[in-house]
């Protein structure tokens, strides 16, 4: 049973930064086989893309993350990374990793909180 355990979210002012990380706990092999994303849930809508990485690091971003968000991947670790700079309220949302498809049961999230 794959366990998803986002952290590193709180409150922050426009302008600034936070680091979100998301352990991939009991997946085995299957972490190293797997596009790994973060998409994120704003209140009142749907479950968002935010970013991905593959197995060889390649990254694709949604627009409103380009030049401000950047994924990354440890193998050893099994963990996701997304460090977030210059932080818009629009970006308050839960932020959760997941594969793009065939997820795995989702975990609790991260709050994110940006203040104007």
């Known amino acids: 049973q794959v366990q998803l355990v986002e952290s590193g979210g709180g409150l922050v002012q426009a302008g600034g930064s936070l680091r979100l990380s998301c352990a991939v706990l009991?997946?085995?092999?299957?972490?190293?086989?797997?596009?790994m994303v973060w998409y994120r849930q704003a209140p009142g809508k749907q479950r968002e893309f935010v970013a991905h990485v593959s197995t060889s690091g390649t990254t694709r971003y949604a627009d409103f993350a380009k030049g401000r968000f950047t994924i990354s991947r440890d193998a050893a670790k099994h963990t996701i990374d997304l460090q977030m700079d210059s932080l818009k309220p629009d970006d308050t949302a839960v932020y959760y990793c997941n594969r793009p498809n065939a997820f795995w049961d989702w975990g609790q999230g991260t709050q994110v909180t940006v203040s104007p």
């Open positions: 009991g997946s085995g092999k299957v972490f190293g086989t797997v596009t």
